[in-house]
Structures are given as C-alpha cells and as structure tokens.
C-alpha cells in the first residue's frame, strides 16, 4: 500500500512539473508574442496585397500555401537555426535583433516618407512580359513567402530573446508556440479580411431586409479605411518595436545612455501626472522609442536606397542571361588577388622577420636558409596570381606548397599551430578551384583561361 501511495505521490510530482512547464512555457510565449506586435501587424497589413487582382476564389488557397510556406520557414529553417545559435552563439543574438529592428525602423520609415512625399515607383511603370494567372498566382505566392521569410526570422529573434533562460526543449516549444499562433492569427485575419468584401457583396444582393443589405454596402465601403486604418498602425508599431530594440541592443552592448535617458524621462513624466502611472511610464518610453525609431529609420533610407540597393542591383545584374560568365570572371579576379595577399604578406614578414620561420625550419630539422627560396616563392606566385599568369599552373603549384608547409604547424599541443594547420589546407582547397576553373577573363595569360 505504501508503494502505492508513493508511486501516486511520485506522479503527482511529475504532473506538478509538467504543469509549471507548461505555464512557464505558455508565458514566455504570450511574452514573446506581444514584442513581436510590430512586426505582426505589419504582417497583416502586406499580406492581403498578395491576391489584389486575381480571381476570388483562389484568394483562400493562395492564403493557404503562403500560410504553410511561413510555417516551413519558421519550424524547418528558423526554429533550428535560432536554438543552434542561442545554444552555440548567444552573443549574436543582440546584434542580430538590432539588425531587425533596423530594418523595421527603414521600413516603417519609408512608408512614412512615401506619405508625406508622395512618387511613382520607377519598377512599377517598367514594361513586364504578360503572364497567365497561373504564373501570376505561382510569383505572388513565391513572393509572399520570401517576404515572409524576412518577417519571420524577425518574429523567432524577438522571441528567442524574450525566453528566459532554460533548457534547449523549453526553447523550442515555446518557438513553436510563437511560430505557429502568429502564423495562425495573421493568415487567419488575413483570410477573413480578403473574404470580408465578398461577404458583404453578397449581403447588398441578396440580403432579404434591407438593414441587411444597408450593412453589407457598408462592408464594402468601410474595408479601404478597415485596411488604411491596419497599415497605419502597423507601420507605427513597426517604427516603436525597431527603435525599442535598438535601444535596449545598445544597452546590452554596453551604451546605456539612451536608455537611461528615456527612462529617466518616463519616470518623471509618470511623477508629474500622478496617476496610472505604469501607463504614462509606457507611453512616454514608447513614444520616445518611435521618434528615434522614426529619425533612425529616415537616415537609412538614403543609406539603403542610394549604396545597398544599386549595389543588390548590380551583383542581380551580373548575373544576367546576358553576360553569364561576367560575375565569375570578377568572382574569380577578387579570389585570386585575396588569396594573393596572404602569400605577398608572407614574403614581406620572411624578408622583414625570418627568424620565426627560420625556427620551425629547425625544430623539424631542415636547412634554415630555406627561409629564402620560400621568400622568392610566395612573391612570384603571389604577383603571379594578381596578375592571372599561368594561373592554373601557379595554383597546383600554391596547393601543393601549402600541404607541405602545414606540417611544421602539426602541433596537436598547440590549438593556434593547429589552427594554421587547417588553414594551410583549406587554402590549398582555394587553389585547386583555381587549377580547376582558371583565372577568369581578367588574366594577363588568356590562353590559360578556359578549360
């Protein structure tokens, strides 16, 4: 009878703990949930542009394969590489999150200054082959989905740095949890906003009192400031969560000074009125996290529109059916003349310093006037390299110098001689690409370009 009962207390114990998991588990994940509001809302604004134009009876299918496309990239790619980097790489967590909440600042502010300046988008006047609706359906959703992609990997960031710290399956279930309810609640809102119209059509024809059809034309007529009304505030909520992550990321790098400020400031505000003082609190820090996420956000516009763009422009372009090798030419010149350097700094540190090398000459018994040969080489190899001569030569040469070489660094006692040690022969693996593809068409020796 005694086993029993404690068999019963034993499992009472374990329901407790499953209990206190779950509850763990359930908050951290409403937690995370809210400051990822931002992004949500913004999620659900965009979504719904996705099936403008096409036929109303795909618009619920095609919410559907982009609702299980966000679900595949939040639970097969992201939850893996977020519990892979908490556990491994935690330290990239902040500057990851600062990431995005730059880009929801940029974002935000650039619908912002699209309002108060309003011009037509150069790409949408460009002249596009027709499509059918099938290919037209096929580019939206594959659109969504990239789109998505970036907006999730937002969400499972914002969560993962909201879990307090626990283990690695506590982790992943909350992720999940997130993961899947924002998926859920955006698609799900996302479904009945694009259905709302129809809805209310359908009541202005065939309602049979006419409050019924009086309701349903206000459906139809009320959805443009519906939607007006939910881009709005996404785009503030974006411009509040990017600049409070910006904020607290500086806090946590160890600048707290705008922090501080800001919470300084609350306090006092909350001081002075004298009530709801929690709710004052927040809305003065919210708000200051808007106006810096707004400043923030209208000074990278230019950064972006004006160097990271052209410079995505001109890479996509070079990648053109038009000039298919172009890229890898260039690939390959910069490859060269990377790998170059390392063989032209070791010449100039063998003539400036030899004693170093001179000494693992020594210590594996070879002459130490090798020292000087080896200097000779890594300067015509590396000059060799730079200027694309005989290229292909040259790198079978350079692989095979640097598996030599790698054995004075064999030294297992010794993590940073081993770290030269691998280095040596992924260089060499740098190499033989080279020996296989050539030099490109920036080469000195053009004969020796192609294979």
């Not at 001109?314 to 000039?323: E, F, M, N």
């Not at 740098?430 to 080469?443: D, I, K, N, S």
Request: hydrophobic share 55%.
């Amino acid at each position: 009878m005694s086993g029993l009962l404690a068999l019963f207390d034993d499992v009472a114990a374990l329901a407790r703990m499953t209990a206190a998991s779950v509850d763990d588990i359930a908050g951290a994940a409403a937690k995370a949930g809210a400051k990822a509001a931002g992004v949500v809302i913004d999620d659900t604004a965009v979504t719904p542009t996705y099936v403008q134009g096409l036929d109303a009876r795909r618009e619920l299918p095609i919410i559907g394969r982009i609702t299980l496309g966000s679900l595949k990239n939040k639970l097969i790619y992201l939850l893996p590489a977020a519990l892979l980097m908490a556990n491994f790489l935690p330290q990239a967590v902040t500057p990851l999150l600062m990431i995005g909440g730059a880009y929801l600042c940029f974002e935000g502010a650039e619908k912002v200054w699209h309002v108060i300046f309003p011009h037509t988008d150069h790409a949408a006047k460009t002249s596009r082959p027709t499509q059918t609706e099938q290919q037209l359906e096929e580019s939206r959703v594959a659109g969504a989905i990239k789109t998505d992609f970036i907006l999730s990997a937002e969400i499972m960031t914002i969560a993962l740095a909201e879990i307090p710290d626990s283990g690695w399956i506590v982790e992943a279930i909350t992720l999940a949890v997130v993961g899947i309810g924002i998926t859920l609640l955006v698609y799900g809102t996302v479904a009945l906003i694009v259905k709302v119209d129809d809805v209310g059509l359908h009541l202005a024809a065939t309602g049979r009192l006419s409050a019924t059809r009086t309701f349903g034309r206000g459906l139809v007529r009320g959805m443009p400031s519906v939607m007006w009304a939910l881009s709005t505030v996404g785009t503030a909520a974006m411009i509040w969560v990017g600049g409070s992550i910006l904020i607290h990321g500086l806090e946590a790098l160890g600048a707290p000074a705008l922090y501080d400020a800001i919470h300084r400031l609350a306090v006092a505000a909350a001081a002075a009125v004298g009530v709801t003082r929690g709710f004052v609190e927040w809305a003065v820090t919210a708000a200051c996290d808007g106006v810096l996420g707004l400043a923030f956000g209208l000074l990278l516009i230019p950064v972006v529109t004006q160097g990271i763009a052209p410079v995505y422009t001109g890479v996509a372009t070079l990648k053109a059916p038009a000039s298919p090798t172009l890229f890898a030419d260039l690939a390959s010149l910069v490859g060269r003349i990377l790998i170059a350097l390392l063989f032209l700094g070791g010449a100039a540190q063998k003539g400036v310093d030899p004693s170093a090398v001179e000494g693992l000459l020594a210590s594996r018994g070879w002459w130490e006037w090798l020292v000087w040969p080896a200097l000779v080489f890594d300067l015509v190899a590396g000059a060799a390299l730079v200027l694309g001569v005989q290229a292909r030569i040259v790198g079978l040469l350079l692989a095979g110098y640097c598996i030599v070489t790698s054995y004075f660094h064999f030294l297992p006692e010794d993590p940073w001689q081993m770290t030269i040690f691998v280095k040596n022969w992924a260089i060499a693996g740098g190499c033989l690409m080279l020996v296989a593809h050539g030099a490109g068409r920036f080469a000195w020796d053009k004969r020796a370009l192609r294979a």
